[in-house]
C-alpha cells in the first residue's frame, strides 16, 4: 500500500462510526417504509417489531444493520420490473458501499440456479436486498417508492 493510500485509509476510519451510525438510521427509516407498502409483502430487518429476533437483537446490537430484505410481490417478474425502475439507487450484486445498492438475486446472482435450488438457500423468487447508503433518507425512500409503485 502506498503511503498515500494508508493516509486516505486512516482518515476514513475517523468518520466511520458516524458513517455506519446514518447507514443504520437511514435503514431503519426504509425498513419502516416498506413495511407498510401495499407491493411489499414481508420486511427482513432486525430492529423492525415484526422482526422474529427483534427482542434478541435489541438487546445484542446497539443498531439494525443497514441490510434490509423485503420480499416483492409478483415474484421474479415483479423483482425484475422492480429493478428496471430504480432510477436512483444502484443497481449491483455488490451490497456495502456509501451509496443506495439493491439487488434482485433470484433475477441475477441466483438465476442459474433452479427455484427449488434457490428457496433451500433462502432466496425466494421476490427477495430484494437492499444496502442502505448515506443518501437522503427521503430522496433513497422516493426512489424505492416509484418503483415499486
Known sequence: MSPFN????SKSLETLAIRVEKHCENALKVAEFLEGHPNVELVKYPFLKSHPSYDVAKKQMK??????AFEIKGGI????AF???IQMCSLSANLGDTRTIVTHPASTTHSKLSDEERNEVGITAGLVRCSVGLENVEDIIADLKQALD
Open 63 to 68: 443498531l439494525g444493520g443497514n441490510i434490509v
Open 77 to 80: 417478474e415483479g423483482g425484475r
Open 6 to 9: 494508508a493516509w486516505v485509509l
Open 83 to 85: 429493478l428496471d425502475k
